[in-house]
């Protein structure tokens, strides 16, 4: 009777239905189909005769079809108007099994002689399509900000609060999970950064302009840590401001390398002027001591002379007030020599070259010839390599360390031994041992300063300026010089130089 009654009944309903722009399906109490529109045929792909006089469970995937009677035997028992299974995923069977998402609602028909029930069964593909997009897209965002590690926040105009993530606790130094007050946020802010950060936002919210702003935090374990902060406020149509978002990034480690670099920029600077103050003096050193070498000559000489004529013919005093001045013109003309020579090793000097430095040490011992036959000197060598350097200063430098080697003897004949290795940082190692007096090693780190002694004039000669001159040899040849005990009597100094010479 149910299904002629529909059979017969008035087209007003049924061209209703077909204007449904959902699939509309009516079933008895049995669940069998008795009437569907249009577009039920095009969602499942059925003609309408192949649906019609069917059990609803032909539209059910088949893994929730044995439980559906029960579904409906419950809902013919309180049959109401409502969304089925509401928050539910549900789906529906096509006729080649393929399965589709879909929202339902049941709704009773108010028959006096029937039971029927009317569904609305709506296609959610294309929105189910664009959530999993949506999701896949707030996932990949949330993702890329986590691997960033980037705060974000959110100030709701409507609440006037403030949320904040987890990232951004961490970045203020707590743990992400912890619940946190606003105060207890801002109470880690710099408090000389507060009113900078107070004005940005009122800029911002009410005039507009980028929230954009470098700031200081202070870590619950004290050490200080940089943030920049960004965000952007959204307006209704007037003009007000509905809410502002932005997010926070940790530049700690790029202003410590901004800081790093100012300080190296600002080293390089004083070291340039020290490089320019150097050589003026430099220059001016060479220039006084050179323009004072005629003086002091007719001074040294005149001495002289007046020594050599008057001697024994003055009182004793005479003599010895004579033969301080001679002394003092001596040692001031060795003084303007030897100044001479430190002055045109950072004004002069030969292009660096392939040198032997077993070449360099013969000649070096030529010079010192004398000295050595005098002291009675063994000199002893490793095999010496050959390095790029300026040969003259080679020369000097070797000269000046086996000279002291001989002046500050023992009472033992002087043994030195000119040694090398090679070092794991490229670099040739050289050393020059003795046997003498040794040097204290309170004093390692003066002894190459100009002008310094440790010993008497009458017993050791000198203007202490050797040493001074051999640390600059080497470190033109971009290379270290340094001294060290022997383990029994005398000294060993060592100076390292580039296996590959300096240009």
């Not at 961490?170 to 007050?181: I, P, R, T, Y």
């Not at 950064?193 to 009122?202: G, L, M, N, S, Y």
């Not at 990034?249 to 190296?264: F, G, H, I, N, S």
């Not at 040692?331 to 070449?359: H, N, V």
């Amino acid at each position: 009777m149910n299904r002629r009654f529909f059979l017969d009944s008035d087209e007003t309903f049924r061209a209703i239905l077909e204007c449904a722009p959902d699939a509309m399906i009516i079933t008895d109490a049995e669940g069998i189909m008795l009437i569907v529109n249009a577009e039920a045929e095009r969602l499942f792909d059925y003609a309408r005769p192949e649906l019609i006089g069917q059990p609803i469970e032909l539209l059910i995937p088949e893994r929730f079809r044995t439980r559906h009677p029960s579904h409906r035997t419950d809902y013919a028992a309180h049959p109401r108007r409502r969304p089925m299974a509401a928050g539910l995923e549900l789906f529906g069977r096509r006729r080649d099994g393929t399965e589709i998402p879909v929202e339902i609602c049941l709704a009773p028909l108010p028959l006096a002689d029937a039971r029927l029930t009317c569904s609305a069964i709506r296609d959610v593909s294309a929105r189910q399509t664009a959530e999993d997009d949506h999701r896949r897209t707030m996932e990949s965002y949330r993702m890329a900000v986590e691997v960033a590690e980037i705060g974000t926040w959110f100030w709701d105009g409507s609440k006037d609060r403030i949320t904040w993530s987890g990232q951004f606790q961490k970045l203020f130094g707590l743990q992400s999970d912890a619940v946190l007050s606003y105060d207890e946020i801002t109470g880690l802010i710099h408090p000389e950064d507060k009113p900078r950060i107070d004005a940005a936002i009122e800029a911002a919210l009410h005039r507009d302009v980028p929230y954009d702003i470098e700031y200081r935090i202070v870590w619950p374990d004290g050490s200080i840590r940089w943030l920049i902060a960004k965000g952007r406020v959204h307006r209704d149509a007037a003009g007000s401001p509905l809410d502002m978002q932005g997010t926070i990034t940790d530049v700690t480690e790029r202003k410590r390398a901004q800081e790093v670099l100012r300080q190296r920029e600002a080293q390089e600077r004083r070291t340039a002027e020290l490089v320019r103050s150097n050589h003026d003096l430099e220059q001016f050193a060479y220039v006084a001591a050179h323009d004072l070498q005629e003086p002091l000559r007719m001074v040294a000489s005149f001495t002289q002379l007046l020594g050599q004529r008057y001697k024994g013919r003055l009182d004793a005093d005479a003599d010895e007030f004579i033969d301080y001045a001679v002394d003092g013109a001596q040692r001031m003309q060795q003084l303007i020599k030897d100044l001479l020579a430190y002055c045109r090793l950072g004004t002069g000097g030969q292009a660096p070259q392939l040198t032997s430095c077993l070449d360099t040490l013969d000649d070096a011992l030529r010079n010192l010839h004398a000295a050595i036959a005098e002291s009675g000197a063994t000199i002893t060598n490793d095999a010496l390599p050959d390095i790029v350097a300026d040969c003259a200063q080679l020369v000097q430098l070797f000269q000046n360390l086996i000279g002291n080697a001989i002046k500050y003897r023992s009472e033992q004949p002087p043994r030195i031994h000119v040694g090398v290795r090679a070092s794991e940082s490229e670099e040739w190692i050289f050393s020059v041992s003795d046997n003498g007096i040794g040097i204290d090693a309170k004093y390692f780190d003066r002894i190459f300063a100009m002008f310094q002694r440790l010993h008497g004039r009458t017993r050791y000669p000198g203007t202490g300026i050797g040493l001074t001159m051999c640390r600059k040899i080497v470190e033109r040849h971009g290379g270290r010089i340094w001294v060290e005990a022997n383990p029994g009597p005398g000294t060993t100094f060592r100076f390292a130089l580039p296996a590959g010479g300096t240009d």
